[in-house]
């Protein structure tokens, strides 16, 4: 594991359900039900599984005339989110590079809710697999993924014009023998 980036509740900048300062993504999303404010399901498959879990958390309000799943992925569920004034969800990364060419009238809402989370890793393959495979090199960017130094930095790490984290450092929660030691420069001690 090397970082955690996240999704956002992408919301209308007319916010009709008035959500953009709430702190908790399920009150956010009982508050678009209830006022019955247009949600449009981004059809990317974890996003309308997250949705699934709100929806659920939220007592299964009645989808009708506010809940839409139109199979629309991406920059077309945030295009119809848009000219509904509505919300959705998506990664808050491709959103706000997506929105740079598409000026939708939306923007994200960071929640430190960990159901809003994606986990990044780094994978070696196999040598034995892929014997082609520059192993040695994948070992060594991945160190640098985890040295203490470069785990900062992805935390430190703003977007212009988004005030708060994008993405949170993830190596700690790698086995011992995986994490830098000694002197800093990730030298590796496996343990038994």
Request: hydrophobic share 45%.
């Amino acid at each position: 594991m090397v970082l955690f980036n996240s999704i956002a509740l992408i919301i209308s900048t007319r916010d009709p359900a008035q959500v953009a300062q709430l702190a908790d993504p399920l009150e956010a999303f009982r508050r678009i039900a209830t006022t019955r404010s247009p949600f449009i399901v981004n059809g990317i498959p974890e996003l309308v599984y997250l949705a699934d879990i709100l929806w659920n958390a939220a007592g299964r309000p009645n989808k009708a005339g506010w809940y839409s799943h139109p199979g629309l992925t991406k920059g077309a569920a945030m295009q119809a989110a848009s000219a509904r004034g509505g919300y959705s969800l998506w990664g808050v990364t491709p959103f706000l590079i997506a929105q740079k060419k598409s000026r939708w009238a939306l923007r994200p809402v960071l929640y430190g809710e960990e159901m809003f989370h994606r986990i990044m890793v780094s994978v070696v393959v196999n040598p034995d697999r892929f014997p082609h495979a520059n192993v040695k090199g994948a070992l060594a960017f991945q160190r640098y993924l985890l040295e203490p130094a470069t785990q900062e930095r992805i935390l430190d790490f703003r977007y212009p014009g988004i005030a708060q984290p994008l993405f949170w450092p993830a190596g700690r929660n790698n086995a011992p023998y995986l994490l830098p030691q000694g002197n800093g420069h990730g030298e590796h001690k496996k343990h038994h």
